[in-house]
């Protein structure tokens, strides 16, 4: 019994160790840079509405009072960036935005007791 959870073990660990280099031979700054350059061909309102449904975001991350939707809007309106289009970036980014204040708003709702 023993010799079989060495070789399920051995065999777990040299799986594992394969996936330790996945992204060695990736140069770090490769993705940041590709973002920077992204954002300068976005109009400068889109670039505005993004910072700010990012910053929305973070708050409401930091209230836990993020509804996915906002998130998933965030991710779009970023996705759109690197690709350029302007006008999903700001509706995604409005969006965004929206949910994250009615997500915020929700905070003040009065807790439902049952059973009282």
Do not use: F
Not at 63 to 76: C, E, G, P, Q, V
Not at 97 to 106: I, P, T
């Amino acid at each position: 019994m023993s010799k079989v959870m060495l070789a399920l073990t051995s065999a777990a660990l040299l799986g594992l160790s394969g996936c330790a280099d996945l992204y060695v031979n990736q140069p770090a700054g490769k993705a940041a840079a590709s973002a920077e350059t992204t954002k300068g061909s976005i109009s400068a309102d889109a670039q505005a509405a993004l910072a700010r449904a990012q910053a929305d975001v973070k708050t409401a991350k930091s209230k836990n009072a993020l509804w996915t939707t906002a998130n998933d809007a965030l991710k779009a309106a970023e996705e759109a960036a690197k690709k350029g289009d302007s006008a999903t970036v700001i509706k995604q980014s409005k969006l965004a935005s929206d949910h994250v204040q009615k997500g915020l708003a929700q905070l003040n709702y009065p807790m439902l007791k049952v059973g009282d």
